[in-house]
């Protein structure tokens, strides 16, 4: 697959997500592989598909407005690396933190 195509499917998958909880869980049973892995910036890794959806679903529960909006991308063989904006209205816990009072 060519860096155009990879960021051509990365963008499709963000635009899933974006459509709300129903399509953005579609969309990870579509996009993930069952041992998915992701790297947190707190330095926590996320493994496999059940898990990254319980994470995702509680996030929608949080930020049930919740958008994103890719900066940029990089592609380097089979890889890619995404830096997004997240945007949300904070209306329950998501990791340990509550909404706003």
Known sequence: MSAKEI??????F??????GKAAGMAAM???????????LSTGE???GLKNI???????YSAFPDL???IDDMVVE???VAVRLI???THKGEFMGVPPYQ
Not at 29 to 39: C, S
């Open 14 to 19: 963000f635009e899933e997500i974006n459509k």
């Open 7 to 12: 960021k051509a499917l990365e963008r499709r």
């Open 29 to 39: 049973d579509e996009f993930y592989a069952n041992d998915f892995l992701m790297h």
């Open 86 to 88: 997240a945007i949300g």
């Open 45 to 47: 890794d996320i493994r």
């Open 53 to 59: 959806k319980q994470v995702v679903s509680e996030e």
């Open 77 to 79: 063989g089979n890889k």
């Open 67 to 69: 958008h994103y909006t």
